[in-house]
């Protein structure tokens, strides 16, 4: 079955350390997607890729960065620049020509002690 | 700019009664409007959408909405709650040269009750 595959689905990582996050889908879409949950802020959007090897800022992309090697990859690197990292990461992707029809892997759930 | 704004962050509703969620919107350019749901620690999935042509819009599980261009909104309505229909619920705008990019709102937790 296609879909959007999201990895490590919890993670504890110490203040100051860098941490990755993996989104990897098989849907074969051009675009990608990474949003931010916070409880009560709905998704905010961190980054976003419309093709492979180019990718844009979101609302919120301080303190994260982002690589598009790979149609099928797009992962985010949580930073030690991030003044409070501890949230709920969802990725998601579209199709060309789809408006808005988002599908979404079922998150990485990131707390920083 | 998009911005959207849900009108009540919890809702509760009994089994069988009507469900109703507001979401109103703000947008430069004609929107194309989304309903997305959520479960718990799951991702959100595609309810309905709205782009072009027909104001009314049927999604899955029973659910609709209207979009009302004078009212700058997009309720979601399903005649009769289940109790599986509880659950966090999105609006979302896009449009335009960033018709990739939604922007949602802030949610609504919907509850029902026996």
């Known amino acids: 079955d296609g879909g959007i595959t999201q990895s490590p689905k919890y993670l504890f990582r110490k203040e100051g350390q860098n941490v990755t996050l993996s989104c990897e889908q098989n849907?074969?879409?051009?675009?990608m997607y990474w949003y931010r949950q916070d409880p009560g802020q709905g998704l905010r959007l961190i980054y976003y890729s419309q093709i492979v090897n180019d990718f844009q800022k979101g609302d919120i992309a301080e303190g994260y960065s982002v690589s598009r090697e790979k149609k099928e990859s797009f992962p985010l690197t949580v930073t030690s620049a991030q003044k409070n990292p501890t949230a709920f990461y969802l990725c998601?992707?579209?199709?060309?020509?789809?408006?808005?029809?988002?599908?979404f892997g079922e998150g990485s759930r990131l707390t920083v002690l | 700019a998009q911005s959207v704004t849900q009108l009540g962050s919890h809702v509760s509703v009994s089994e069988g009664a009507l469900v109703l969620l507001r979401c109103n919107y703000s947008s430069s350019v004609p929107p194309y409007l989304f309903w997305y749901v959520q479960y718990p620690n799951q991702g959100l999935q595609l309810l309905l959408k709205y782009t072009t042509g027909a104001t009314l819009v049927k999604g899955i599980n029973g659910f609709e909405a209207e979009f009302k261009k004078s009212e700058t909104s997009f309720h979601l309505t399903k005649p009769s709650a289940h109790m599986s229909d509880a659950a966090e619920y999105f609006c979302?705008?896009?449009?335009?040269?960033?018709?990739?990019?939604?922007?949602f709102g802030q949610g609504t937790i919907l509850t029902v009750h026996p």
């Open positions: 979302a705008v896009s449009g335009g040269t960033s018709y990739g990019k939604l922007t």
């Open positions: 998601a992707s579209m199709a060309s020509g789809v408006a808005g029809e988002l599908f």
């Open positions: 849907l074969n879409h051009d675009a």
